[in-house]
C-alpha cells in the first residue's frame, strides 16, 4: 500500500521568499516520487520525478525536491517566490517497483500556493 | 502533438442521465488512466488500461465504466449520473517503455450532476 500526505493545504509566502511545500510518503517498495503543478482550470503539469539516480531532483521553473529516505519526505522547495508560481501543487508517489509496469499514481490532497506581492 | 485531448471540457447533466467522457492521445502510449479531482482529496484514480482490450478498476470505480478498443483512445461513460459524480474529471497516459512511468495529463473535463 502507499499513500501521500501534504502538511498544509494553503501555504502564502511573498514574491522573493523561499517557498517550502511538504510532502511526506508511505510505500512498500522503493517509491518513484513525483510533483506536479495544477495552473487554474489547466491539467496537471509535471514538475519534477524522484527515480533513485539522485536525491536531489532539480525541475522547471527553479524548483526542487530532495528525497529523504529516513524521513520518507520529498519536500518541494524554491529559493525565490514569483507570481507566477502561485497555482495548485500536488505530490504523489507510484507503485511501480522497478521495469515497465503500470504504476497507480497515488496523490496528497494538494497544496495551494498564494504569492503575495 | 497534441498529446493528451479530451472532450468536452464542460459539461451539465441531469440526475440519471448518461454520457461519455473522452480521452484520446497521440503519443502511442500504452497505458492510459481516468482521475477524479476533488477539493481536498487530490486526484484518485478510477479506471486505468494497460493496453488495448485491457482495463482494470481503480480506487474509485462505481458508477462509472471503461473500455480501450484502440491504443488511441479511452473514453469514460456514466451509466446513470449522480450529483456525487460532479467533479473535474483527467485522463492520463504514460510509457511501456518508461521504466518511471511518468503520467501525462489532459487539460480536463468540468461535469456538474444537477
Known amino acids: 500500500a502507499q499513500s501521500v500526505t501534504q502538511l498544509g493545504s494553503h501555504v502564502s509566502v511573498s514574491e522573493g521568499a523561499l517557498v517550502l511545500l511538504r510532502c511526506n510518503y508511505s510505500s512498500s517498495v522503493p517509491p518513484y516520487l513525483f510533483w506536479y503543478v495544477q495552473y487554474p482550470n489547466q491539467g496537471l503539469q509535471l514538475l519534477l520525478k524522484y527515480t533513485s539516480a539522485a536525491t536531489l531532483v532539480k525541475g522547471i521553473n527553479g524548483f526542487e525536491a530532495e528525497f529523504k529516505k529516513s524521513e520518507t519526505s520529498f519536500h518541494l522547495t524554491k529559493p525565490s517566490a514569483h507570481m507566477s508560481d502561485a497555482a495548485e501543487y500536488f505530490c504523489a508517489v507510484s507503485s511501480i517497483a522497478g521495469g515497465t509496469s503500470y504504476g497507480k499514481l497515488t496523490f496528497g490532497q494538494g497544496t495551494i500556493l498564494t504569492v503575495h506581492p | 502533438n497534441a498529446g493528451v485531448t479530451q472532450t468536452p471540457k464542460f459539461q451539465v447533466l441531469k440526475t440519471g442521465q448518461s454520457m461519455t467522457l473522452q480521452c484520446a492521445q497521440d503519443?502511442?502510449?500504452?497505458?492510459m488512466s481516468w482521475y477524479r479531482q476533488d477539493p481536498g482529496m487530490g486526484l484518485r484514480l478510477i479506471h486505468y488500461s494497460v493496453g488495448a482490450g485491457i482495463t482494470d478498476q481503480g480506487e474509485v470505480p462505481n458508477g462509472y465504466n471503461v473500455s480501450r478498443s484502440t491504443t488511441e483512445d479511452f473514453p469514460l461513460r456514466l451509466l446513470s449520473a449522480a450529483p456525487s459524480q460532479t467533479s473535474v474529471y483527467f485522463c492520463a497516459s504514460s510509457s511501456k517503455a518508461s521504466a518511471v512511468g511518468t503520467q501525462y495529463f489532459g487539460p480536463g473535463t468540468r461535469l456538474l450532476v444537477l
Open positions: 503519443m502511442n502510449h500504452e497505458y
